[in-house]
DNA sequence: CTGAAAGCGCTTACAG
DNA sequence: CTGAAAGCGCTTACAG
């Protein structure tokens, strides 16, 4: 502190002022003068007044101590928050997870003083859990460290995943998107107007969401009384389908295909570009999620859209009642509708069966 | 607290499991063991490993407190910060601040707690500077409220713009792009293809970074030998030139036109259409920005990027600089440049005088 | 080298 | 109704 620096008056200032204690000025400002606690409001007019002649202000830092919180929800991603490529995958999140934030007052401390170098981050550093500093979390990104995740549940920090997330032995909050039902009723859609043979396209990578859908392609289908064929459920490297594969499920038939993400949908049309395919004349194409922005020009592909700016402020939300609890052991799944989208990808099959 | 509420570590914690004082574990902690305090290598590993066996961090606020700084940086926007409608203004100086502040060690604390209901933000709420929670901050958005920057000068607190900003009696903190330069380029450039009558577009607005331009429009006039003629520089209602009004300059001589912001570049594009006049042959037309992301269409618009990336980072980089000096009193200013854009539509005039 | 103690500015039972 | 005091969790001279 410098000479320079304009010393802010404090709450003692103010309670000598109105010639009372500090506690009775703190309540006088805390308006804490119901119930037990009955001032007279001639005393609180004198404290008011102070407060105002000085322009007295509280010290968050210091309520903050007193109080035992500090309002702060904590954010964090395995990657950078703000990266280019991931731009339209946290983007909507945040809209949301700012939304509900800004309505229930509380400030977002975003952690990006974790990184190891490699453009991943983590949660411990030094092994000392950084996101301590806030209250709570809510974590969001694809490629989370489990052994990380593990050791947040055993310290009991309370944090909520964007995203259904697994872990043996423990069960822990998140919010997700039900893919598994709509995945289902997007096959319903395909068989409604009368496709039989819907090969399913993904990628070789096992994450829950991922799981999610598949096990909604197989429902869908059972439901529709469509055989499961499991030489149609076909994983792709690198999220590339090429022209031979796609050749491969039209040679058996196929008159359908879903595809697990807006890459995989992106190769799947070169495919048919290359093999001459009009769609849906010649093939329906379904896109379980939403498109990437740089390849919004590649038509209106049905499916269905992930509802993540509601995911975020659901997830928020979700922390601080979790904040609220008593027992910090229990834990609370959500899990929100995806919002089907009709677009212009699907037609009934030209060779009726 | 519950029983169940699994306790936080605390310093003292860590102390007695190393068994030594809270003093020196907090000594330790914070790495001040040379020059005075002299630390047994012994001691500090004693200490070091409590404090992870406990998965210790210690308590921002209460630090804050004790020392009067907690290793935060705030964000305040004085509108939401990630809005749909905003999305490509804010984002690249979020990247910035985000690349800085990991590089620095910073956490990010953003303010979305100080809400006022009509989507706009405030700082103080109930009287209370909210920005005390961060050591200092980083200020961004178009509409700012120059009452409560002036109350954040009053009462000392560090924070920087990213974007000129003047204020009468006090000198403030930015990082601003240099508009005056980068216009005064791009009227020479026009200038140098043979343009004598060029125009500026611009809104009824008044701020810097706009009062920049014009600045630069009129020196880059003067410094190529053009008059500067004041009724070729016109501002328009509601980001939006009109046909007529396009005519209007036309009828002046007008060759070129320079345009302040992306939806003013859009609707001139659109009054050429209406007068069926080709870019550039017709007409020529300068951004001086960024076009906004839905209106890449139109065409490779010339004119100069704002590194708004840039001026992110180097925003973090002066709070973290003002935050080390002792008198608060010092402002600083940058100024970093803008990239030229070559773009399509700057061509000779069609008639050389 | 290390501990006891004061202090950061506020809140909150607890007495009276 | 109101004040003295303890406490929030840490840091930092100051002694020893």
Known sequence: ???????????????????????????????????????????????????????????????????????????????????VTHRDFYYPFLVGIERAAEMLGFDLLLFTSTSVGDGRRRIYRDGRNRLRLADGAILLGVEESKTEVQALVQEGYPFVFVGRRELEGCEISYV??????????????????GHLRIAYVGAEQFTESLLDRRRGYRDGLAASGCAVDDSLLCLCTGQRMVAP???????????????????????????????????????????????????????????????????????????TRLLDTKTPATSQQASLPCKP????????????P
Chains 1, 2 share one sequence.
Not at 7 to 34: E, H, Y
Not at 261 to 272: E, T
Not at 341 to 348: D, E, F, K, L, Q
Request: net charge negative; with cysteine.
């Open 1 to 83: 502190m410098s000479a320079f620096h304009i010393r802010r008056p404090r709450l003692i200032d103010v309670a000598q002022r109105a010639g009372v204690s500090s506690a009775t000025a703190s309540l006088v400002l805390n308006n804490r003068v119901t119930g037990n606690v009955r001032i007279p409001p001639e005393t609180q007019q004198r404290v008011l007044a102070a407060a105002e002649e000085l322009g007295y202000v509280a010290d968050p830092v210091a309520q903050s101590l007193a109080r035992g919180r500090n309002g702060l929800l904590g954010v964090f991603t395995f990657e950078a928050i703000f990266p």
């Open 176 to 193: 997700a998107a039900d893919y598994a039902a709509a995945t289902a009723e997007l096959i319903e859609r395909m068989v409604n107007v």
């Open 245 to 319: 594969q796609l050749q491969t499920l039209l040679d058996q038939g196929v008159t359908a295909v879903v595809t697990e993400s807006g890459p995989i949908a992106y190769s799947l049309l070169q495919a048919c570009n290359e093999l001459m395919l009009d769609i849906p004349g010649d093939l329906s194409v379904g896109l379980m999620g939403d498109p990437f922005g740089d390849m919004e020009n590649v038509g209106h592909l049905s499916g269905f859209s992930i509802p993540r700016e509601e995911m975020g402020a659901q997830a928020v939300h979700l922390l």
């Open 341 to 352: 989208v009709a677009g212009s990808t699907i037609a009934p099959p030209r060779t009726r």
